[in-house]
């Protein structure tokens, strides 16, 4: 959700920190600002409210220069969106701090500073660790130790970027729950909460772990853990590219990168299916062993990533004939689980950041799972690091907040998950092959879907009007039916949901009307007539049928039906990657007719790192 860039350097790093914020508009925010030491050793500040550009604009006018500072992209949680709760905050004109994440006893903080004689500014619980490390420095004299005894004394989430007129050479971390990497220079080094915002000026990172204090100076990083002792934490060379994040020949990041699906969907697959084989290994080199044992799967994910679990459980309990579970990782977190022997825990996550999906995983490596494994694009992230096994996704970066790219792969890496366990529950190599087959035909099928472009353009003048919609799915095709719904919920703001179609006269039928469309996927399997039957409900009550449709499913457009031809024989296992994507079209369409910002919509981030 919100950004850190920080640099110490020899030359002048506001254009690093401004280009830095540049690359992670796509978390979303609501305000901005960087705060740097200039040429006479004193803290300039300037913060806006709104996109970067705004901010850009007011140094335009009130120009700021300096080698060492810090800048930050802001989501609002404590304090409305405002200059006065916008980032950086500062403490007594000397110390700046930029923050990520959620102090939860920042009340008792305040309240004991406020007696001290510090006087807030903000409503926000970063000013308050801005006052504490302070409060701290006066007594310490060292800004290191000042930080490390104010991270002490915190409870919650927080990555924390600090300077000050006091260590007039150097920028300290803190990290506990929220990511923030080092990247490192010749004769500078830089600091972020993502790689992407350095990829400009540097390839080579250093990933902080939990508890971590760091100091970084031009010419040195020096990293404490939580007990206090020195931490050798190695670099990492990123294979991201700096323009990896361009929005090239495309209106939009969002537009851009659901034509990059067949590309990313062939690339996850890329070395991990040979010959019509899966490689299990492509797991983790335990993988064969651990999956040979697993009697149960229990998926926890969010939101999109949530939906892409909700597909893998029709697969892995009708493939591989095993019990699976999957649920919110909220809501995970907060109840007591059962967990049945020999089960294997899934987590997925775009960014690998989630902050309650890593919450779950921290908490299911406690409770007796036999293996975790993390499905998940961030090849540095933190869910990565601590599950035992990985199956990354290679969607490469997804800027846009309404995943698209990172959906599909995330199906295709689950659909391979399937494949593995299969191998040990009952499938042999003939099923195997043909299993395989359908997973590699999956990028052409989405290449010929999306050349319903046109049409689904011409349909989405259809939605302008709309207040509400409503998806139907059955089976594995639900899920797809709820990420529907949730795509045009975020970029266009009509409400919509999604039900299995065969729950719509258990209640959703009651709305059902000419002011209501009812969208449909309709592949050719064996749940066809018994979604027929629902849909002639849908029209026996005026409701407006879409319905994408397998060509040799039987729909025939009519006054009040209209029907997309979808590719032909698409088979059960690849329709849900291959009907999602002209769900993900509609919502994109429908959005720009009505104006809203699509790759940025209100009120949502791309990467909820706090809970």
Known sequence: MCGIVGAVAERNIVPILIEGLRRLEYRGYDSAGLAVLDDTQQLARRRTVGKVKMLE??????????????????????????????????????????HNGIIENHEELRDELTRAGYRFTSETDTEVIA???????????????AVRATVAELEGAYALAVVSTAAPDRVILAREGCPVVIGLGVGENFIASDVAALLPVTRRFIFMEEGDVAEVTRDAVRILDREGKAADRPAHESELSADAAEKGQFRHFMLKEIHEQPRAVADTLQERVANGRLLDAAFGPTAGE???????????????SFHAGAVARYFIEQICKLPCSVEIASEYRYRNPVVLRNSLFV???????????LAALRLARQAGYLATLAVCNQPESSLVRESELVML???????????????????????MLVVALAKYHGADAERERGLVARLVEIPGLIEK?????????????????????????????????????????????????????????????????????????????????????????VRARG?????????????????????????????????????????????????????????????????????
């Open 290 to 304: 651990i999956f040979r044992r697993t009697e149960h799967v229990h998926i926890v994910a969010c939101g999109t």
């Open 393 to 415: 996704t290679r969607a490469g970066p997804e800027i846009g907040v309404a995943s698209t790219k990172a959906f599909t792969t995330q199906l295709t890496a689950l659909s």
């Open 57 to 98: 604009e007011a140094l335009g006018k009130e120009p700021v220069a300096g080698k060492l500072g810090i800048a930050h992209t802001r989501w609002a949680t404590h304090g409305v969106p405002s200059e006065r709760n916008a980032h950086p905050h500062v403490s007594h004109d000397g110390l700046a701090i930029v």
């Open 543 to 611: 409701g407006e049928l879409i319905v994408f449709a397998d060509p040799e499913a039987g729909f025939e457009p009519s006054d009040g039906v209209t029907v997309i031809q979808m590719p032909k024989h698409v088979s059960y296992f690849q329709a849900p990657a291959v009907y999602t994507v002209p769900l993900q079209l509609l919502s994109y369409h429908v959005a720009i007719l009505k104006g809203t910002d699509v790759d940025q919509p209100r009120n949502l981030a791309k990467s909820v790192t706090v809970e």
């Open 347 to 357: 987590t997925i996550s775009q960014s690998g950041e989630t902050a309650d999906t």
């Open 449 to 537: 879907t999306l050349t319903l472009d046109p049409v689904i353009h011409k349909l989405a003048e259809r939605f302008a009007d709309k207040q509400h919609a409503l998806f139907l799915g059955r089976g594995a095709l639900h899920p797809i039916a709820m990420e529907g719904a949730l795509k045009l919920k975020e970029i266009s703001y009509i409400h919509a949901e999604a039900y299995p179609a065969g729950e719509l006269k258990h209640g959703p039928l009651a709305l059902v009307d000419a002011g209501m469309p009812v969208i449909t996927v309709a592949p050719n399997n064996d749940l066809l007539e018994k979604l027929k039957s629902n849909l002639m409900e």
């Open 131 to 145: 006052h504490r490390i302070h409060f701290h420095l006066a007594k310490l004299g060292e800004l290191f130790k």
